[in-house]
């Protein structure tokens, strides 16, 4: 690696109170002649053109791949806490960890720990687990629509059962889902569906055949007025109606309480199933999830990230007499060789007791807005357009005027080439942010105030450079 000193521009920022485990309530931030590091790939780019000959796009997901952003991945070594460590030994404060299951921080010891204790007894059992029974338990006094639960092994997993489920409880085929919105790559989903396939630039998936799609009836985010339209047009069609509760996939985009709240009242009235998607705000953006954070109960949720601490899982849950439809209660099918592995049900375990503490989201709220507040007041004074929000330990922005209700306009007005270089000059600088204007970035616990002024003083300087670009 080498290094430039570069003077940077005073930004002052003050916090709100700090809950728990933070140091202090106030922050005055100062960065003038801050030293700031610019990094070189060499072994990451080498790592990454083998990988190339080896894997499709040298990735094993696509967004990892850096196509939005321009340049080549970065190839990690080792993680710990709020920070990851290339094969270069480049050290960056890490914003995406692992897409949301760091929440506690990377590599943490007590999780670890559990960990090995477990794996000294094995790692698949292919039965029965206690475990199961633990997390279980867990997941059903923290989440108010859950009262009974299954386990299975991705996000994607777990809406592919939710939607079954449905389509049984209900005895209907169509469901409304909403532009942006992921919900993992089966093929019923894979339509205006945000995250990778808009990063991507791909309308649809090919291979996904029509037949797949027909039953998926997409509507508009924070507009109760197209589901309103969907559900008039297919009365008595409808088996569920499916969200992100806080939008994640299409960069950062939260739901006013009116469309949460209407969204409930219009299921009921159609007798449409409705759905949290709560793979990625699950356990993040409060205790309880977004459910809990709005107010608003679904029928089904689907989790997964948080719940697994770091190790492969998902999970679905919601009321009783619909999850009895589930085998091998009921005869609606689902299985997995690797649910409820005992590794898995561990680490999820030690890190919902870490979440469970009086205060954590509060402050992962507190520092996440100290972070959206200090960039965009950078954005403003160099001038450029810029929004963004925070929820719980969720947050993010985008390159235009605010605020962005949903993905439409998210992609009509966001400056993707600004972007872009943003995103390739904050890596070489030390911050790691997830490669694309349609992803959100999250926080952990393992993040301190520091943490957050260097990231601010870093983005004051690269917004000055990209202005002068302008």
Request: glycine share 12%; net charge negative; proline share 4%.
């Amino acid at each position: 690696m080498k290094f430039t000193t570069t003077a940077l521009l005073t930004l002052s920022l003050t916090s709100t109170a700090a809950y728990g485990w933070t140091r202090s309530s106030a922050l005055h931030m100062s960065a003038t002649e801050a030293a700031t590091e610019t990094y070189t790939f060499t072994k990451s780019e080498a790592i990454f053109e083998e990988a190339q000959t080896l894997m499709p796009g040298g990735v094993s997901s696509p967004v990892r791949a850096f196509k939005s952003v321009g340049g080549n991945p970065v190839v990690f070594d080792r993680v710990k806490g709020a920070y990851a460590f290339d094969v270069d030994d480049n050290k960056y404060i890490d914003y995406v960890g692992t897409w949301g299951p760091a929440i506690i921080g990377h590599a943490d010891d007590a999780v670890l720990d559990s960990i090995k204790k477990t794996m000294d007894k094995g790692t698949s059992f292919g039965a029965p687990c206690a475990l199961e029974n633990e997390l279980a338990k867990m997941v059903i006094a923290a989440v108010p629509s859950v009262e009974m639960v299954r386990f299975c092994n991705s996000g994607t997993e777990a809406c592919m059962g939710m939607i079954r489920l449905c389509r049984a409880y209900t005895q209907r085929e169509k469901v409304i889902k909403f532009e942006g919105c992921y919900h993992g790559h089966a093929d019923s989903f894979l339509v205006q569906a945000g995250s990778g396939v808009a990063t991507l630039g791909l309308p649809d998936s090919p291979g996904v055949p029509k037949s797949a799609t027909e039953a998926t009836l997409c509507a508009e985010y924070n507009n109760l007025e197209s589901v309103k339209a969907i559900l008039e047009g297919n009365k008595d069609d409808i088996a569920a109606v499916i969200l992100e509760p806080v939008v994640g996939n299409s960069g950062f985009i939260r739901p006013t309480k009116e469309f949460l709240e209407g969204l409930r009242a219009l299921s009921d009235e159609h007798g449409a199933v409705l759905v949290f998607d709560e793979v990625m705000t699950g356990f993040r953006v409060s205790y309880g999830g977004a459910q809990e954070y709005f107010g608003v109960t679904p029928d089904i949720t689907t989790m997964g990230k948080v719940i697994g601490g770091g190790l492969p899982v998902g999970a679905y849950g919601g009321k009783k007499e619909i999850m009895e439809l589930v085998a091998p209660a009921g005869p609606m099918y689902q299985a997995g060789t690797l649910s409820g592995n005992p590794l898995a049900m561990t680490a999820g375990i030690e890190t919902l007791k870490r979440l469970s503490e009086p205060g954590v989201h509060a402050e992962l709220e507190r520092m996440g807005q100290m972070l959206v507040d200090g960039i965009l007041a950078a954005g403003e004074k160099h001038g450029h357009k810029m929004s963004g929000g925070v929820a719980g330990g969720m947050f993010g922005w985008f390159f235009c005027e605010g605020p962005v209700m949903n993905f439409a306009q998210a992609a009509a007005n966001s400056d993707l080439e600004k972007f872009g270089k943003w995103h390739r000059m904050m890596l070489e600088r030390g911050v790691y942010l997830a490669p694309s204007q349609y992803e959100a970035g999250f926080m952990s616990m393992a993040h301190t105030e520091e943490d957050i002024e260097k990231t601010i003083a870093i983005a004051d300087q690269v917004l000055g450079l990209l202005a002068a670009e302008e």
